[in-house]
């Protein structure tokens, strides 16, 4: 006894980090964890015990905690193994980015594949309650199947299907009340116009405002001439609203299920004064439509159809012609001119136009309207053919998706102010000149299609499922074709993916997949546009041999690992599809052909060189994983991998001197090391009416540049090879300038003149002078964290409950160049309250910032550790306090079969480093926070 439980030890031991293995309920299966459904593309969905691949899965009960507008927004935090980002903007627009497993390449496509239903798709048209579970893909077993769009690992989303012999309607309400999460502070006209004087003598330059000037700003006297306008509160409300409705008609019989939704979305922002206008509101504002039918029909006892219908529409509006209005916030100075003129007219001033007023553009120029029309369709026949050959099976898939983005323009100008001011010194009162500008317009009617795009996709193929003894095979060959054309121009993308995957078990215990890909795109150049993808993993679930059956406290123990090549069909550059061929281009006449001495021919000469012998990017995928079922609930996952990505497209300009006289060619020579590491812990508990959860996910990931034709560098702190993907470089600030004699005893900085209270660096090479050669790496990155983790808890008694989900990140990066926030004045702009609290002067010589400068300062406004900031930070993503309505009291309406009362919290705390700005949006656009109330009644 005492070795078993010593050899078991032996392969837990180090895996107690705390991490989250998400948990799923599955009918089928006797256990949620050990039964969750492992979707890898293959004819077969495999549950945990039977699969040999990486994947973490977030099920259904976890798919919708933040009242979110789609799936996107609503897992975020979630998934062992996925990276996923909140972005600032319009509420239209705030959808996050998703990484699986880091940055890995260095083409700047990082992203995974996006699947629905088994078909790539837009992940921002699916509702978070039409989902059944979401699978995170990640080793190269799990992305095998989906040939070159797999090689950054895939979310595959699986929607509700209908339930046999049961009828149910579920109706859902959410509404939400959301806030700025953090609302920038700028300063106050009198002090905006002591910061730009100081500024400007900071500069050499004499004042802008002279002493009356400054009092009246202080004082509040001539308003309309020397204003006092916070543009945050007048063109922005505190709060914002959002309505969801959905309503799901779920059941079957034996031989037709079906699975409908219908959901509303509507959502008005912070605009403070949208209904200014007469038969119009210019408030930002978003409605969303989805209609689900997902449907099953057996048609013969041996003949199965699978319909998927989705059809979306969305409408956005923002004020004016797509008014950016926090661009000009964090512009216009609260000194630079009145919302309006004392006539009422809209104002601007002779350096801010008064197309730059954000209130006028919020309420006096109309707005601007998007729709986005989409359906998504696929059908499935499934043929048992067991009458010719038990436990064979045909089954063919079609489907086609289309989408269109169309726009209205109704914006229109209006009429502005301009009153310029002159006071001259011992005047009593100012003098000014008013100009008008701009013209009152009709509202526009423009009207156009902007995006169109659409998808087929066709694959059909048989599979073969048989068990002999201890013996169980599933075999499938499978032919996949797909066309799409992104953005509805002629550059249609046509790919193929042969495939012949097979899983082998004995006894339950032994696991081997094989996979054999062959894969084909029109993106790649000739005699590169097929390629063979193999892929091979094994499994040993240990808790089922002999040796195990009297540990009692390993419920499930399997050890796996899998080895692979993914290729990629990636072009190099900007999307270069012309890579592989000679470049030419014309210039100017040459030859005086006509009586004025010019050519209408010019010369024709080579431009960028054609690549030779092109080829495409691959990736050699290793994992090692554990998963294990312990003292009858911690659920534990463990994962270990690398890859080494290959023949990534770079310019090979810095292989060659200007001697080659030509643009270089791109090459197949870029090579990327990535590794890390992921931990799952999950443990759940019921005791009587009182049930318990708690765990978390952690997730590690390195990357390590190789190779990547970088051009010879003189000193070895300019080297980028060797360093991460995604790596900052910047110049080391060691302080302020005191003064000018601290600047004349220092290396002379080459980028501007220096005067004291500029930032000063460091001479890393040592040839007396600061130059773009001092710069190094520094930080991490600032598009992906290295760490990515979660920890969740959750507790419920007799219907009452609550649930809470903190996410956090670490070794992750900003660089604070924000304009206005940290770089303030510069080309007119105004300055935050933060920024000039932390100023350097001198009698505050350990201070933040640099001086006050009103002009574009090279020397400080560069990338520099001053401006680097720790961007690590731990949210409360999720928090949720729930009833369940007993169902005792229920029973008695007769007709009420489940009510669920809930208040959640969304991105209410966060803890991190950088002051007076969100770390995950530190530019102009701020997140927002909410607090939803929701009801749920299941009849």
Not at 329 to 342: H, L, Q
């Amino acid at each position: 006894m005492k070795h078993k439980i010593i050899f078991v030890l032996s392969m837990l031991i180090g895996f107690t980090n705390t991490a989250m293995a998400q948990a799923e309920k599955d009918s089928e299966h006797p256990d949620r964890f050990i039964g969750q459904k492992m979707d890898v593309g293959a004819d077969k969905v495999l549950t945990r015990d039977e699969s040999a691949a990486s994947v973490s899965v977030i099920t259904s009960k976890d798919t919708d905690r933040r009242s979110a507008k789609n799936i996107g927004n609503s897992i975020l935090g979630q998934g062992n193994g996925l990276i996923s980002l909140q972005n600032g903007g319009l509420y239209a627009t705030q959808n996050p980015t998703f990484y699986v497993r880091g940055l890995q390449t260095l083409n700047g496509n990082n992203s995974p594949l996006i699947l629905v239903d088994g078909i790539e798709r837009d992940i921002t048209s699916v509702t978070p309650e039409e989902v059944e579970r979401v699978t995170i893909l990640k080793d190269a077993a799990a992305v095998a199947l989906f040939g070159y769009k797999g090689v950054n690992g895939a979310v595959q989303i699986v929607t509700k299907r209908g339930l046999r012999d049961s009828r149910s309607i579920k109706v859902t309400y959410d509404h939400l009340f959301s806030a700025l999460a953090e609302k920038p502070k700028f300063v106050d006209a009198y002090t905006y116009a002591n910061a730009m004087n100081e500024a400007r003598a900071n500069d050499g330059l004499t004042p802008r405002y002279n002493t009356q000037e400054l009092n009246a700003f202080r004082d509040g006297t001539f308003p309309y001439l020397y204003p006092n306008v916070n543009w945050v509160d007048e063109t922005f409300r505190d709060h914002g609203m959002t309505n969801k409705y959905n309503l799901e008609f779920r059941g079957g019989s034996g031989k037709f299920r079906y699975y409908s939704m219908l959901d509303l979305i509507s959502d008005k922002g912070f605009i403070k004064n949208p209904n200014e206008n007469e038969g119009y509101s210019t408030q930002d504002k978003y409605v969303k439509g989805n209609m689900r039918m997902n449907l099953d029909i057996d048609l013969t006892p041996t003949t199965d159809v699978r319909i998927n219908l989705l059809g979306v529409l969305m409408e956005s509006s923002r004020p004016g012609s797509q008014a950016d209005l926090w661009n000009m916030i964090y512009t216009v100075p609260s000194a630079a001119f009145p919302i309006r003129n004392e006539n009422g007219v809209w104002a601007g001033s002779d350096i801010w136009a008064g197309t730059s007023n954000p209130v006028a553009q919020s309420i006096g120029a109309a707005y601007y309207k998007n729709h986005i029309r989409s359906l998504f369709s696929d059908v499935t026949l499934k043929q048992n053919l067991s009458s010719w050959l038990p436990g064979l099976s045909a089954e063919i898939r079609v489907g086609y998706d289309n989408t269109a983005n169309i726009y209205e323009d109704h914006s229109r100008t209006y009429v502005y102010s301009v009153s310029t001011p002159t006071w001259g010194e011992g005047d009593s009162s100012p003098s000014f000149n008013t100009g008008t500008y701009g013209s009152d317009s009709e509202m526009g009617a423009a009207a156009d299609v902007t995006a169109y795009s659409r998808r087929f996709h066709f694959d059909g193929g048989f599979s073969y499922q048989r068990s002999f003894g201890n013996h169980a095979v599933c075999t499938q060959l499978k032919y996949d074709y797909e066309y799409e054309d992104p953005e509805g121009l002629s550059n249609t993308v046509y790919r193929q993916d042969i495939s012949w995957w097979t899983h082998y078990s004995y006894a339950g215990r032994y696991l081997a997949e094989l996979a054999l890909v062959e894969s084909g795109s029109s993106r790649l150049a000739p005699g590169s546009k097929w390629a063979l993808s193999p892929t091979l993993s094994a499994a040993w679930v240990v808790s089922k041999e002999r040796f195990m059956e009297h540990v009692s406290w390993v419920d499930f123990l399997k050890l796996r690992a899998s080895a692979g090549i993914i290729n990629a069909d990636y072009l190099p550059g900007d999307n270069l599809w012309t890579y592989y061929a000679q470049q030419y281009g014309t210039s100017g006449g040459v030859y005086p052909f006509n009586s004025s001495f010019g050519s209408d021919f010019g010369r024709t000469y080579l431009g960028q060189l054609a690549t030779m012998n092109p080829g495409h990017e691959k990736a050699y995928k290793y994992n090692f994983g554990l998963d294990a079922k312990l003292f009858g609930g911690l659920d534990v996952t463990f994962d270990l991998y690398k890859q080494h990505r290959t023949d990534i497209w770079v310019s090979s300009a810095g292989k060659y001197s200007v001697i080659l006289a030509y643009d270089a060619p791109y090459e197949n020579a870029g090579i990327v090391d990535s590794w890390g590491t992921e931990v799952g812990l999950n443990y759940e508990k019921t005791i009587r009416d009182f049930t318990f959860n708690i765990g978390g996910n952690f997730a590690y990931n390195k990357s390590k540049i190789k190779e990547q034709l970088e051009e010879p560098r003189p000193y070895d702190n300019l080297v980028q090879t060797g360093n991460p993907v995604g790596q900052i470089y910047g110049l080391e600030a060691i302080g302020f300038f005191k003064d000018e004699t601290d600047i004349a005893d220092s290396p002379v900085q080459t980028f501007s003149t220096v005067r004291p209270g500029d930032i000063k660096y460091r001479d890393l090479n040592g040839d007396k002078k600061i130059d773009a050669n001092d710069t190094k790496a520094i930080g991490y990155s600032v598009t992906c964290p290295e760490i990515y983790y979660n920890l969740h808890i959750g507790a419920e008694w007799k219907g009452l409950g609550f649930y809470a989900m903190l996410q956090g990140t670490g070794n992750y990066s900003a660089v604070l160049n924000t304009k206005s926030m940290y770089w303030p004045l510069v080309a007119n702009t105004t300055i935050s309250q933060y920024a000039y609290d932390n100023r350097w002067t001198p009698a505050n010589q350990d201070a933040l910032f640099p001086r006050l400068s009103s002009q574009s300062n090279a020397n400080n406004y560069r990338t520099s550790t001053l401006w680097l900031a720790d961007r690590s930070f731990l949210k409360l993503r999720d928090l949720e306090v729930y009833c369940h309505l007993p169902k005792s009291l229920l029973a008695k309406t007769g007709f009420i079969h489940a009510a669920k009362l809930y208040v959640r919290g969304i991105d209410l705390l966060c803890f991190d480093h950088i002051d007076e700005s969100d770390p995950e949006a530190y530019g102009v656009n701020p997140l927002t926070k909410s607090i939803a109330l929701g009801l749920s009644v299941t009849f």
